[in-house]
């Protein structure tokens, strides 16, 4: 396309989806994000790719007040917006949020914030919305009402959205993510727009199969990254070691295609590789479960002097991430404790770092993640991965530029002719 296709990000954190957009040559107007720490790094990230506005047009605001749009609109000034991006807070539609909630999350304001989603939509009304949530929102109801629908309902007033959960749910380890994450990825096109969300959808290739996969379902595609691959290369740390900033300890031309994929060549520094200090019984269990390829209930069961004090500890509460795996789905809960998130090799015996949580999202190694690590952690947990967000981008870029030249083919068939151009 002769200009670069420009978009507004909604409930923005850290800027995961918008990584991928710049990575497509996409162009940003707004930001919104209530987040004081994930937007000053949406403000390092704009000034990485060369933007000199970013303190006007990342806005930290709640998405809920009345002056928004204007406060948008203000930021976009007289450009056309080609798209809205953004996925409305998730706790409320997730198990892990419903598990914590006596209510069942019921009353949680959250459930509606897609409402001001589809309010900024309808204002800039694009030609392309992509609208991203956890699974659990397939199956939430809210007085016996189906959140999912409503939200179908709404959003097709204005646009062609399909609601078919086989193709509407993308698991980022297609896309060359070194982690099982299963999301919503709704995409709508504006009606007047010649194009449907199903050539969308078609247009973004899955490029690596799952570990689960048939051999007719894994024909044409690399094997899934593994956490191997994703964090082998980084410095070991035991418990409390490293620095917030390091020289990288290796060459780019030793470096494997995943790695070169997150890092430059020009890259001289790694960021942010500093491991939690754990208190000793901690250490042994991560150790114990990492050399014996335990779950938490084979380590209870073969080493009970391991056992926890706390009795709110479940099966799931410690689990090692394997080498020759991609890496479970990496969560905001990050900032609180890592024992779900322990590294692989014993002999480290620690939880990840932020780096590492990083690298499992597919962010690449010059991103930087502002305020403390307990801000990054919640911010990377919360992110879209880049290379996911990056697939999407590329597949509606494909979609939109088809869409463009078949308006020029239609200008160029009606040149020269008496009949009007239909």
């Not at 203000?74 to 953004?86: Q, S």
């Not at 062609?160 to 086989?166: E, P, R, Y």
């Not at 380890?173 to 969308?200: C, F, M, W």
């Amino acid at each position: 396309m002769d200009k670069p296709l420009k978009f507004i990000d909604l409930f923005a954190g850290c800027g995961g989806l918008s990584e991928g957009f710049y990575r497509q040559g996409y162009q940003a107007l707004a930001h919104v994000e209530i987040d004081h720490y994930a937007c000053e790094t949406l403000k390092t990230r704009m000034r990485h790719y060369g933007y000199a506005n970013a303190a006007d047009t990342v806005l930290e605001r709640d998405i809920t007040s009345s002056d928004i749009v204007r406060t948008m609109k203000e930021a976009v000034g007289d450009n056309e917006v080609d798209l809205v991006i953004g996925g409305p807070p998730c706790q409320s539609f997730s198990p892990l949020g419903k598990a914590k909630d006596d209510d069942n999350m019921r009353n949680d304001p959250r459930n509606y914030l897609f409402e001001n989603y589809i309010k900024v939509l309808n204002s800039f009304k694009p030609k392309i919305f992509v609208f991203e949530n956890v699974t659990g929102l397939l199956e939430t109801e809210i007085n016996g009402k189906s959140i999912f629908k409503t939200i179908l309902r709404r959003l097709r007033r204005n646009y062609k959205v399909l609601g078919d959960a086989d193709r509407i749910v993308l698991n980022a380890t297609n896309y060359g993510v070194p982690q099982e994450r299963k999301r919503v990825i709704l995409l709508g096109v504006r009606k007047d727009v010649n194009a449907s969300p199903a050539d969308v959808y078609q247009a973004i290739i899955k490029t690596h199969y799952l570990p689960e996969d048939t051999e007719a379902a894994r024909s044409g595609k690399s094997k899934y990254v593994t956490v191997r691959e994703a964090i082998e290369d980084l410095p070991k740390l035991a418990q409390g070691q490293g620095t917030e900033q390091c020289p990288y300890p290796n060459g780019y031309e030793t470096c494997n295609g995943y790695v070169r994929r997150v890092r430059k060549p020009t890259d001289e520094v790694l960021r942010d590789h500093v491991a939690r200090k754990h208190n000793s019984k901690d250490v042994e269990r991560y150790q114990e479960m990492a050399e014996n390829h335990w779950n938490f209930l084979q380590m209870l069961q073969f080493r009970p002097d391991l056992g926890h004090e706390k009795k709110r500890v479940f099966y799931n509460s410690y689990k090692v991430q394997w080498w020759d795996m991609p890496a479970r789905t990496i969560i905001a809960h990050l900032y609180k404790d890592g024992n779900q998130f322990i590294h692989p090799d014993p002999a480290q015996g620690r939880t990840i770092t932020v780096r590492e949580a990083a690298r499992l999202q597919s962010f690449p190694d010059d991103f930087i993640f502002e305020g403390s690590r307990t801000e990054q952690f919640k911010q990377i947990g919360n992110a879209v991965p880049p290379l996911l967000a990056e697939a999407i981008a590329k597949g509606i870029k494909t979609v939109l530029e088809q869409e463009e030249k078949g308006k020029q083919d239609d200008i160029s068939e009606c040149d020269g002719t008496e009949e009007p151009c239909r």
